[in-house]
């Protein structure tokens, strides 16, 4: 990651949160894939901040969270400076072992830490953003004590060596197993395009407001799919990632990149096609599943891209009658 020192104008300030806007997308889910490579309720720490005994994965889950806001945060201040906010990403990496896994998380928090605590704001330059990634340091900092808490436990449970979860062979020639992994790159890209959208038209709240919604609704999704995945003997992939002879798999693309520069009336109709897509992918995986857990969790997803069509149906109908 690229330091900067000093801040004394805006294009520097814009250069520093397109850095971390690049860091903060690539471990959002960089620390979500993580997670759900790794078994639920097995592995437990002493949380140095929460002060309790914590899972591994829960946290984990909840710090990529963290930085889903970070991002958030990041790309409303660049709106505000006029900027069109980057969606490219640091490299996101998974190793074959759990520990070196946490051991990299550590350290991407260590580093960016370094990064908004070391930048100087010369005379008070833009004491809002400064203050804005100072506070995100503070989160950063409580992330990586978190991480090292869990690396310690490992150690002293004699797990330094347990392996990530592998995808059985027989799994992963399912046909529902096949489409829900088409179904998560699905909501990847719809998470990220929401998010674009709402910080494009971050300027009209109510819309703004409506689109993130969506979009976290569609994190939810990718979220809760990344566990039945896990159910199904399989596990959430890496979009763009190529293994090396040590299974060390790497990513610069784990998520699009770039979306095009849409008006209001034209955004609104791709996500509708886009919603209208998925919901067909998530009835084709209803239909393959066998009643229970699974199936009714399939479901619960479909209803809500449901409920995503309705809403973007209105809004774009409303959309052409006032800028038609």
């Known amino acids: 990651m690229e330091k900067i020192n000093k801040v004394f104008n805006e294009p520097e ?6 850095i971390a806007l690049e860091h903060e997308w690539a471990v959002s889910l960089e620390y979500l894939i993580h997670a759900y490579s790794m078994p639920k309720a097995r592995f437990f720490y002493l949380d140095p901040v929460l002060a309790i005994s914590t899972d591994v994965r829960a946290q984990v889950i909840q710090v990529g969270i963290d930085e889903m806001y970070h991002s958030l945060q990041l790309g409303i201040i ?6 069109i906010p980057t969606f490219k990403t640091n490299e996101v990496i998974r190793y074959p072992q759990i ?3 946490l051991r990299r998380d550590k350290l991407t928090e ?3 830490a370094e990064l908004y605590q070391a930048v100087d704001f010369p005379s008070n330059n833009f004491p809002l953003i400064k203050n804005m990634v100072r ?3 503070g989160d950063e900092v409580r992330h990586s004590r978190q991480f090292e808490a869990m690396i310690d436990s490992l150690e002293a449970l004699g797990e330094a060596e347990t392996r990530i979860f592998i995808p059985s062979e027989d799994a992963e020639n399912k046909a529902e197993v096949q489409l829900l992994h088409e179904i998560m790159r699905l909501e990847n890209e719809l998470m990220h395009r929401y998010l674009f959208y709402a910080l494009l038209f971050s300027d009209h709240q109510d819309l703004f407001q409506r689109l993130f919604k969506n979009s976290i609704n569609h994190m939810r999704h990718w979220d809760k799919n990344s566990g039945l995945l896990l159910k199904l003997g399989s596990v959430i992939q890496i979009e763009g990632a190529e293994k090396d002879e040590a299974g060390v798999e790497k990513s610069l693309t784990p998520m699009p990149a770039s979306y095009p520069l849409l008006d209001r009336k034209e955004a609104l109709q791709a996500l509708l096609e886009a919603e209208k897509n998925l919901a067909r992918r998530y009835e084709e995986l209803w239909a393959l599943l066998d009643p229970g857990e699974i199936k009714e ?3 619960l997803h479909l209803a809500l891209n449901r409920e995503h069509v309705f809403t973007q149906e209105w809004l774009l109908k409303n959309a052409l009658q006032i800028w038609s």
């Open 99 to 101: 520990i070196d896994n």
């Open 78 to 83: 660049l709106r505000q400076l006029g900027e």
């Open 13 to 18: 300030v814009i250069k520093l949160l397109t």
């Open 110 to 112: 260590d580093v960016v």
């Open 297 to 299: 969790q399939i479901a």
């Open 135 to 137: 506070n995100i340091a």
